[in-house]
T-cell receptor
Framework: QQQVKQSPQSLIVQKGGISIINCAYE??????FPWYQQFPGKGPALLIA?????SEKKEGRFTISFNKSAKQFSLHIMDSQPGDSATYFC???????????????FGQGTILTVHP | GAVVSQHPSWVICKSGTSVKIECRSL??????MFWYRQFPKQSLMLMAT?????????EQGVEKDKFLINHASLTLSTLTVTSAHPEDSSFYIC????????????FGPGTRLTVT
């Protein structure tokens, strides 16, 4: 099964700092790369997503950087806040056509703690 | 915005019994539903993909006779864990998919299953 490798496993950041989480994918056919935020006991919530035809996408304090040649993408959380403390997952999917439409493969997750 | 609900939010059952989990799309039609399982402090693993009116497609290693999935309508999919055992205790999460939804856009809040 194709994997998405995520790092680090855990991350501690001071309030106001930048949180950076990295992911590496294997299958170059995948064309959709979302990031999710999950609080304990809740389902994941889509934060931001990118397609490989752009190198960066920004929504508020969240930015995805995408490096197609290295098959890597990362999530940057600017001005990190204690409320951002959660588990973050990257994922990839084959979005267009095929029998796996919409099927997501998740990374291992990163537990982010933002200290006040 | 669109909402995916799950019922129950948590359930405790005795070993050997069966339990049904419902996943509903509340204000939109979902041609596809995905069922995930998440063990504590681990990532989400796709169990199966169900399309309305047809048989579910199970991921490798998932017992189709144990995890029965029914997707009888465009707004309801059910997962029945048959003859549950303690090792089936997990967090089960559904996700709605299919055009015109964005991939992985809507996840349910999850159902915590504890088998005693």
């Amino acid at each position: 099964q194709q994997q998405v490798k995520q790092s680090p496993q855990s991350l501690i950041v001071q309030k106001g700092g930048i949180s950076i989480i990295n992911c590496a994918y294997e299958n170059t056919a995948f064309d959709y790369f979302p990031w999710y935020q999950q609080f304990p006991g809740k389902g994941p919530a889509l934060l931001i997503a990118i397609r490989p035809d752009v190198s960066e996408k920004k929504e508020g304090r969240f930015t995805i950087s995408f490096n197609k040649s290295a098959k890597q993408f990362s999530l940057h959380i600017m001005d990190s806040q204690p409320g951002d403390s959660a588990t973050y997952f990257c994922a990839d999917a084959l979005n267009a056509g095929g029998t796996s439409y919409g099927k997501l493969t998740f990374g291992q997750g990163t537990i982010l703690t933002v200290h006040p | 915005g669109a909402v995916v609900s799950q019922h129950p939010s948590w359930v405790i059952c005795k070993s050997g019994t069966s339990v049904k989990i419902e996943c509903r799309s509340l204000d939109f039609q979902a041609t596809t539903m995905f069922w995930y399982r998440q063990f504590p402090k681990q990532s989400l693993m796709l169990m199966a993909t169900s399309n309305e009116g047809s048989k579910a497609t199970y991921e490798q290693g998932v017992e189709k006779d144990k995890f029965l999935i029914n997707h009888a309508s465009l707004t309801l999919s059910t997962l029945t864990v048959t003859s549950a055992h303690p090792e089936d205790s997990s967090f089960y999460i559904c996700s709605a998919g299919g055009l015109p939804l964005r991939v992985g856009q809507y996840f349910g809040p999850g159902t915590r299953l504890t088998v005693t």
